[in-house]
């Protein structure tokens, strides 16, 4: 990623970088972005450190949601919808994983919700029942779960080896293709953050002053967090309002 990028600058002469699939390549990406003095739009990683990174001239803003802001609407709607006191967590072992687990554990923290207990897993992993067993022993009434489309996939279909009809509460990971597919029938009762505007794109570009941007979940007003279960409400084009923010701020005329 970071190669690509300084490609895309130094040869390429770009004005602005569109991209981040994954929190890791975007983490990669920033130093280079804020120093370079091109701006990076996300586009769809989470990672909190990506936005909120610490530069004294931040170049690096995103359309995404933001894991610290996604993980207090997880830990709610687990709340809300399973009444979850001892939830666990099965996390992607990379960066990302990293910033939801801070994440989670402040907003269970401020709940006064013990975890279950934490796992991590490999993304070439295909069998997840020990880390699984670990929290189902622990008494783990609900999973917060986060990684991508297939180590997703994964998850459930250990579950489903395990016969443990657990609650699954994930980040927008399996949202990225083909979840229900490589998942099974399990994959439906997964249920998983998103963030998009009523009647079309409304999602808010911002950098590391983001913390009030999305502080609530509130219904008509973009952007916000919903959760949606597998087959439920289409996400809307985010990267289109990238793009129209960009363009609107390097054309003249625009300004």
Not at 36 to 59: C, D, H, L, Q
Not at 61 to 72: G, H, N, Q, T
Not at 92 to 103: D, V
Not at 231 to 246: F, H, K, N, R, Y
């Amino acid at each position: 990623g970071v190669v690509a990028a300084r490609e895309l600058v130094q040869r390429e002469k770009v004005a602005a970088l569109f991209g981040g699939l994954d929190t890791p390549v975007s983490i990669a990406i920033v130093p280079f972005a804020n120093q370079s003095k091109v701006p990076f739009m996300g586009v769809w990683a989470a990672g909190t450190p990506i936005t909120r990174n610490g530069a004294a001239e931040n170049y690096v803003f995103r359309v995404s949601a933001v894991d610290v802001l996604v993980d207090k609407a997880l830990v709610d709607y687990a709340v809300k919808k399973y009444s979850a006191k001892k939830p666990g967590m099965i996390l992607i072992n990379n960066p990302w994983g990293e910033s939801n687990e801070a994440g989670l554990k402040a907003a269970l923290a401020d709940k006064n919700i013990p975890a279950a207990g934490i796992e991590k897993f490999q993304d070439a992993d295909v069998d997840v029942v020990p880390q699984l067993t670990r929290l189902k022993e622990a008494g783990a009434d609900v999973l917060f779960m986060v990684a991508n489309v297939a180590p997703s996939s994964q998850v459930v279909k250990s579950l489903d080896r395990m016969g443990w009809n657990v609650p699954i509460v994930s980040h927008w990971g399996p949202a990225g293709g083909r979840f229900s597919e490589l998942a099974g029938p399990s994959g439906q009762r997964v249920h998983f953050s998103c963030t998009y505007g009523p009647g079309g794109p409304r999602i808010t570009v911002r950098n590391a002053d983001d913390t009030d941007t999305v502080a609530v979940i509130v219904r008509g007003r973009g952007p916000y967090f919903r959760l949606i279960d597998d087959d439920g409400e289409a996400l809307v084009p985010v990267t289109d309002d990238g793009i129209t923010t960009i363009v609107q701020r390097l054309t003249p005329a625009a300004a």
